[in-house]
């Protein structure tokens, strides 16, 4: 993983003290360090000596509190192994400090043995949510809430309610939003501090609140909460079971998360890369090897369709060889024009900023866009046509030049749209499948034209 | 832009209300809509009927800090269409309802002489404050900073901290940090509003404090404004100038829409477009165009290399023509693998999992998957060599395969890393230019092998 110099530095005066016990030097090196970078620290000793031992042993160090703060922003991998390493006991009074969405989220890492050890030792409150919480399949808001929320009755004034806020503060993830629920749990209104902190002391806190309140529910896909999160720039979302009963939220900071894990799996399906969950330097080498290689060897077959037209080109590629020399140039620029084509509507599907009804206007955009790329494209390469095989074959590499780019643009630009149409993921008009398409049309294109305006084959 | 039937009906009603001038239908459709879906309704008419008169007549009914917060969603585009049709003093009754953020970005959007008109009928500190923050460049944390946030002298107790909040809570972008600043204006801590809440009224603010805030400076890279937020869960982030002077804090939401821009300025490098700062529905033709030619030029040169390898082994490919058969599928392959590679390491970088030091380890991991990803692909295709050539093309085609994805994979790991050693932005590694490289390596690599093993040329 990434690392800086200084944290070289750290570790080894880290290790030193460790061994010396010296709780003076430890102290100073880790008392005013904020959890994240404690955890990093770790993280380092794990994934650069595989030293779990000295990791272990800096976590003793610290306080439960502090000890399960720096455990719930460890990696998966980085928490299972170290989990490996802690007695139920010790691990039980982590898990009891960190957030209810982290704890679940650790559970769900953890072997049915060791779940249930760890089961035991819990207070019947937390088992419980533990078990709740874990349930939900990952990628919803239910995997990604915590259940750490203020939540009051209707019908309380500002300070009753200003007092319930100040008493769950220390153990909610967010007391900033509060929840109004009626006698059945369900969620009726929402109020921010703020607007709390505002009000009358005395005024009734179920005619200020907002009662059209902005939620979402346990099986909501992650990316869809946090575009709700995005759009409304709010700091929480609830969410609320079938019943409407409110069950969890999800903040801010895990939406973030969401955006930018969903920003990297977009990325890797761009590349027909399948979704890894972990970083690239730490995925399991099977792994990568498995979510590459499927895409891979369908488009080996997809690229036969290249290989069948030049096979049905043969004659016309014999009798002037010089063509040959424009085919890579031809297909690959009508396969990169595609490629960006192609990305600029998935990604543009992905934001919303494009949508199914707009298919007609970015069609005729694109129409004019892509002429002018492929016409452009085409007097580039005029000149190498002349020199290398004469006026004639300038003349059939430009007009294909144009074709080609023309026919890609357009096809990278639609196949998202056909693709949502049948039902599939617009994402899987990935740049290797475009280009690979795009590679076979574009062989056709060229030879044909090349044939016509040539009168070979 | 992407649109519901709910917003097509609600559009022909509101339609209505205003020729009607219906009152109670207007506050009926839109009384209890948030700001965000009041902006997306008058951007339905701008984008989709280039109805500018209907958006404002529909922005008019709207009191004045309705209609600054709604104008503040609004596309920077629609935010200059619907000005140009306002007058100053209406804009700047908007304007001054609007986040001090937000104002300032508007202020970049418009000519000398309009802002010099807003400007004389601003209060003082309003100008002042918009000049100030409209100065800095666009993607710094200058340019996204508010400057309404909570800040308090040192010396002060709980009680009278909580004082000053609840008197600024009105005007703050956010209530929930709160900033201690020295008699310089110097910021020396911080504190949320959940600690205040359960603190002694009558503790010092300055024994209770954070001191060593995390915060950043105003000529910061956006992104790693982000990635600040995103690393520490953060409600806030503080913006101090040279002299450690707060000037401004960057909220979670608005780090959020950073990740978001940010992830979609990679997806478009990736593909060798350049940054559109716009969706591409609405980005206009002739920058669409301006941001892919230079690239899918360059590219086109770039694939002359291809074109010279293939002439230079003229007389192999004149020997069997076979071999052509299989060129676009060696080539491509190569170049599916090697962009993979690339997008994995680009991607791996931005979200900090992959650093320089890890180039070897990595280049490692890449060797044995490619490996085998290449033997794959070459058992798939081995099959259709002997069908379509015989065994010895077949032995040919395979040996190609596996070398050129192993090379390929191996060049499009490595470019990122040489890239970046060079001082250049990793991202140039993009797909586009990957493949273009591969197309030229795989052709001689191909008939290379092809001439040795057939005793060709």
Redesign the interface.
């Known amino acids: 993983?990434?690392?800086t110099d200084g944290l070289q530095a750290d570790k080894a005066l880290l290790e030193t003290a460790l061994v010396q016990k010296d709780q003076t030097a430890l102290e100073a090196l880790l008392g005013?360090r904020?959890s994240?970078d404690v955890a990093e620290l770790l993280e380092t000793f794990i994934d650069d000596d595989d030293d779990e031992a000295t990791a272990l042993a800096l976590l003793e160090t610290l306080s439960f509190e502090r000890g399960g703060n720096v455990f719930s922003y460890l990696q998966d991998e980085t928490q299972q192994r170290l989990a490996d390493g802690m007695a139920d006991k010790w691990l039980v009074k982590l898990l009891e400090e960190m957030g209810s969405d982290e704890r679940a989220d650790f559970f769900n890492l953890v072997g049915e043995d060791r779940r249930e050890a760890l089961l035991r030792r819990m207070a019947r409150h937390e088992r419980e949510e533990v078990l709740h919480l874990a349930s939900y399949q990952e990628g919803t808001a239910g995997a990604l809430m915590t259940a750490d929320y203020v939540a009051i009755p209707a019908g309380l004034s500002v300070s009753q309610a200003m007092m319930r806020?100040?008493q769950t503060?220390?153990d909610a993830e967010t007391?900033?939003q509060i929840y109004i629920l009626d006698g059945d749990g369900r969620l009726i209104g929402t109020l921010s501090?703020?607007q709390l902190?505002?009000a009358r002391p005395g005024a009734a806190v179920d005619d200020l609140m907002i009662r059209?309140v902005?939620h979402t529910r346990v099986d909501a896909e992650q990316e869809d909460v946090?575009k709700l999160?995005?759009?409304?720039?709010?700091?929480a979302v609830p969410v609320v079971d079938d019943s409407d009963r409110l069950v969890g939220i999800v903040t801010?900071?895990d939406?973030?998360?969401v955006?930018?894990a969903e920003?990297?799996e977009?990325?890797?399906k761009?590349?027909?890369?399948g979704q890894l969950e972990t970083?690239?330097?730490?995925v399991p080498?099977l792994k990568?090897?498995r979510k590459?290689?499927v895409?891979?060897?369908l488009?080996?077959?997809g690229?036969?369709f290249?290989?069948a037209g030049?096979?049905f080109f043969?004659d016309t590629?014999?009798a002037q060889?010089a063509l040959?020399?424009?085919?890579?140039?031809l297909?690959?620029?009508g396969?990169?024009?595609g490629?960006?084509a192609a990305?600029?509507?998935v990604?543009?599907m992905a934001?919303?900023?494009?949508?199914?009804?707009?298919w007609g206007?970015?069609m005729g955009?694109e129409l004019?866009?892509a002429g002018?790329?492929g016409l452009?494209?085409a007097l580039?390469?005029a000149p190498?046509g002349v020199v290398?095989g004469g006026e004639a074959v300038a003349l059939v590499v430009a007009i294909s030049m144009i074709t080609i780019v023309l026919f890609g643009s357009l096809l990278g630009m639609c196949l998202p749209f056909l693709l949502d149409r049948l039902g599939w993921d617009p994402a899987t008009a990935s740049?290797?499948l475009v280009?690979?398409v795009i590679?076979?049309c574009g062989?056709v294109i060229y030879f044909s034209i090349a044939s016509h305006l040539l009168g070979l084959g």
């Open positions: 993983m990434a690392m005013k904020r994240a806020a100040r503060a220390p007391v900033y501090l703020r902190m505002v059209d902005i946090a999160v995005a759009r409304y720039d709010l700091l801010h900071d939406a973030l998360d955006v930018e920003a990297t977009d990325i890797h761009g590349m027909s890369i970083g690239v330097s730490r080498l990568l090897y590459r290689i895409w891979l060897v488009l080996v077959f690229n036969l290249s290989g030049i096979a043969e590629i014999a060889v040959v020399f424009f085919l890579p140039l297909i690959g620029s396969g990169n024009a490629a960006q990305t600029l509507t990604r543009g934001t919303g900023d494009v949508g199914v009804r707009d206007k970015l955009r004019l866009v002018a790329l452009t494209m580039a390469v190498i290398r740049a290797p280009t690979t590679d076979a062989v």
